[in-house]
């Protein structure tokens, strides 16, 4: 668990970082979505934003984490364990 926690809270600080340099060059105003304007408030506009950075970052984390997995701990075969019969 630590180890989750760990990514989401440095995958945060690559999410401000992202959407700082982001949104120090396109105005929130002059944003399209499909063809259209956004008419949202800059703050929904950044906040959007923002989530949208760290749901990306989060996932590259998580997905490094995966990759870090030894190949021998990956690829050794899963034996099945046998359920313990009780006895009443």
Known sequence: MPKWINLLFL???TAV???TFFFTFIDPKL????????DWSPMVVYSLGF????ALTGL????VALMLKPGDEVNQE???????ARSG
């Open 11 to 13: 995958s945060f600080f």
């Open 60 to 63: 590259t984390a998580a997905l």
């Open 51 to 54: 989530f949208m950075f760290w």
């Open 78 to 84: 899963q034996h099945p364990q046998p359920h313990s």
């Open 17 to 19: 970082a992202g959407e």
């Open 31 to 38: 944003l399209y979505l499909f063809g259209e304007p956004v």
